[in-house]
């Protein structure tokens, strides 16, 4: 059985690509990229081989500063948590291969949210209300742009609230991504288990991991339906000046924690936690606008020919671009500690 799961890891299309780009993972290169290694340079910007190739690859394609900037963190955080499913592993505490099966998904999220994954119309472009006119065309759902469409053309918003609105709409098609890729794994991990025929104890161990993902699925989907009737409500009334918060995905998480099973003093603390997360977003929003702008601004003055203009406005570029990188880190770092507690708390309405 442990056969086919390898089988069934091997066949994500998503990694194939990745693969097909950089050939064989290296050894010698992962060892030589350890952290403060002299080698660290050669090796790459990461510390795992098939990150380095998804980031070289990226550097080819056409994306924005920003949205560079922003691939930068999540492939920090796939390191950070596929170096710590390595020290698992060796310890022996992955045995059923979930927490491996959750990695690959969690990449497979990632390649198909920057258009890495050989599907054309995958990558959720990195636009704003303001400077690009076609936003409606990447929603991929007709809900959401006649939702976007009449948002626009109702004058209940200012520029600053359309733009916010857009950022709502853009982390519901997120959602729906990372809901799609789960049914997909999901779907074809039991139409394997349904073609078995002698099921054994490690099969039935396979179907309660399953029961578990089933129970995902319908997590992300009450979300995905709680996140699209709060479009329509917005979309229709405009934003209620007493909402507590703005951020979409601080939204989220507190429609969630209030449905935890968390104490009064849990509760209060959690929302303290999520205002500081979101003080936290907002900063990453500046320093991303910052970037832009520094951006458009290097390639103004690239064509003017001026070296000390041009050299001073390189180096206020990479200020930029390390200090969005930076902070893209940590707020994905925050929310994964975020999600974990909340997740916590759910799982006590369970039992």
Same mark, same amino acid.
């Given at each position: ?54 980031? %070289? ?14 691939? +930068? ?8 948590? %596929?170096?710590?499913?390595?020290? /698992?592993?060796?310890? $022996?505490?992955?045995?059923?291969? %979930? ?5 690959? !998904? ?11 994954? $050989? ?48 950022? %709502? ?18 779907? !074809? ?14 099969? #039935? ?8 993902? +089933? ?21 229709? #009334? ?28 849990? /509760?209060?603390?959690? !929302? ?23 951006? #458009?601004?290097?390639? +103004? ?26 902070? $893209? ?8 500690? /975020? ?6 708390? /759910?799982? +006590?309405?369970?039992?």
């Amino acid at each position: 059985m442990s056969a086919v799961w390898e089988l069934l890891a091997l066949s994500s299309s998503l990694l194939l690509v990745v693969l097909a780009q950089g050939g064989k993972y290296s050894r010698e290169v992962n060892e030589a990229a350890t952290a403060g290694s002299p080698k660290r340079q050669e090796a790459g910007e990461f510390r795992v081989v098939k990150l380095n190739q998804i980031w %070289e690859k990226a550097q080819r394609l056409h994306l924005s500063a920003v949205k560079l900037a922003e691939l +930068h963190s999540d492939l920090k955080i796939q390191e950070k948590d %596929e170096l710590s499913w390595k020290k /698992l592993k060796a310890e $022996g505490l992955d045995e059923d291969g %979930e927490k491996e099966a959750k990695l690959r !998904r969690n990449l497979n999220v990632i390649m198909t949210k920057y258009g890495m994954n $050989g599907k054309k119309d995958a990558q959720l472009v990195d636009t704003n209300y303001i400077k690009d006119g076609t936003e409606s065309d990447v929603l991929d759902d007709p809900r959401l742009e006649k939702l976007w469409s009449k948002a626009k053309t109702s004058g209940k918003f200012s520029d600053q609230e359309l733009d916010k609105l857009w950022r %709502e709409f853009k982390h519901h098609k997120e959602k729906i991504h990372e809901y799609n890729i789960l049914l997909e794994t999901v779907s !074809r991990t039991e139409e394997i288990h349904k073609n078995m025929i002698n099921p054994s104890e490690e099969d #039935q161990f396979k179907e309660e991991i399953m029961h578990g993902k +089933h129970t995902e699925l319908k997590d992300k989907m009450r979300s995905i339906n709680q996140g699209l009737d709060r479009l329509r409500k917005i979309s229709h #009334q405009g934003y209620d000046t007493a909402s507590e918060f703005d951020e979409p995905r601080v939204i989220d998480l507190w429609d969630m924690a209030k449905s935890a099973n968390f104490t009064e003093k849990e /509760l209060e603390s959690f !929302r303290e936690e999520l205002k500081h997360f979101e003080a936290k977003i907002e900063k990453h929003h500046h320093y991303q606008k910052q970037l832009e702008i520094s951006h #458009q601004k290097l390639k +103004h003055v690239e064509g003017t020919g001026d070296k000390d203009h041009l050299s001073r406005n390189k180096e206020k570029y990479v200020m930029l671009e390390e200090k969005t990188k930076e902070l $893209g880190y940590k707020v994905k770092k925050h929310l994964q500690d /975020l999600s974990s507690r909340l997740s916590r708390g /759910l799982q +006590h309405n369970e039992l």
